[in-house]
């Protein structure tokens, strides 16, 4: 009797040690010493959460790190996601999202020893790095290439869930599409979620149906059901966060892409040299943090030439790319 209780005991061990995937695929019999808890979405998303965990993973490689993945299945999970992942006592507690910013403020508090990282927001607590982007800048270059590749001249932006994030990626596109034609229409619609790829699908054929030849999505794992409504109507997709064309080569006309990946990496790195402070971070297109990728090769010359004078103008302080209501008007205003 005692011995099969010590071998159910062991097994109970190696279970709750098990990550979704740590540095190698062995089980992992030290404790973690980077956590990452994802949004919702969870990996495999072929987007956000994915490139947060490749970040861990060549953290892991190069400072040998443990690392270890806490996947959320709601937004009501990630209070108790993230208490899990402060019980396991791990250096760094990665949060993939500003949707956990409230849960984290009053978690952080009460654990001042325990540092954290949260992507999409800052200001949290002085244990906690902050992690933004300027998403608005390679927005603004999609809407470019959008403009310059829409036939129709209607275009569509479809988001996730509304946030101020969000709102960088549309008015940040809207203005690129502007700056190049004023006679482009877009047509603007959220999902109200970020993985719901029916909804997703029918929200892309509707919009194709309004007369839509280009379409940007920002929606997570829902965005794949946009790319691949797209594609079944022979449309353009924009992608969004990791080079999505392999999803679609022939109907991803290009990708914004959000090094989310090297923004964990950096603050992995931070803990494996010491230098960790809980200084929040802005990462932007002059970084090299965002980007436009195309690998399928599907912009044309023309089109790249114009997005790299334009990235050129941001990067340099020519354009300031607007990241709300109010600063899109001030900007189409003045063009």
Not at 54 to 62: D, K, P, T, V, Y
Not at 73 to 101: N, R, S
Not at 195 to 222: C, F, K, P, T
Request: aromatic share 8%; net charge negative; proline share 1%.
């Amino acid at each position: 009797m005692k011995r099969k209780l010590t071998v159910i005991l062991l097994v109970f061990i190696v279970a709750a040690l098990v990550g979704c995937g740590g540095a190698d695929e062995d089980i992992q019999q030290e404790a973690p010493d980077i956590i990452l808890v994802t949004d919702e979405s969870g990996l495999g998303d072929q987007s956000f959460n994915d490139a947060c965990w490749a970040g861990c993973e060549r953290g892991a490689e190069e400072f040998g790190l443990n690392v270890y993945c806490i996947e959320s299945e709601t937004g009501e999970d990630y209070a108790a996601k993230i208490t899990e992942a402060v019980g396991m006592a791990p250096q760094l507690i990665i949060c993939a999202g500003a949707d956990m910013e409230y849960v984290l403020f009053d978690i952080a508090a009460a654990n001042p020893q325990q540092k954290f990282a949260i992507l999409d927001t800052n200001e949290i607590g002085e244990n906690v790095t902050g992690i933004t982007f300027n998403e608005q800048e390679g927005s603004f270059l999609a809407g470019v290439a959008a403009a310059m590749t829409t036939e129709s001249k209607i275009v569509s932006f479809i988001g996730g869930e509304q946030s101020v994030v969000l709102d960088r990626f549309q008015y940040g596109f809207a203005a690129g599409i502007a700056t190049v034609s004023s006679e482009i229409y877009i047509n603007t619609q959220y999902i109200g979620s970020f993985s719901d790829l029916e909804e997703a699908r029918m929200l892309a054929n509707a919009h194709e149906a309004l007369g839509s030849d280009v379409i940007y999505q920002v929606a997570g794992a829902a965005g794949i059901g946009v790319i691949e409504a797209a594609e079944s109507k022979g449309i353009w997709a924009i992608g969004v966060d990791i080079d999505q064309s392999y999803l679609a080569e022939d109907t991803v006309l290009c990708s914004v892409v959000k090094r989310a990946d090297t923004a964990v990496y950096d603050v992995i790195s931070k803990i494996a040299d010491g230098t960790f402070d809980g200084t929040d971070t802005v990462y932007t297109l002059a970084d090299g943090a965002m980007e436009i990728s195309d690998n399928a090769g599907n912009l044309t010359e023309e089109t790249k030439a114009v997005i790299e004078e334009y990235a050129e103008k941001i990067v340099n302080g020519e354009i300031t790319v607007p990241y709300d209501w109010q600063t899109w008007y001030d900007y189409t205003t003045a063009l």
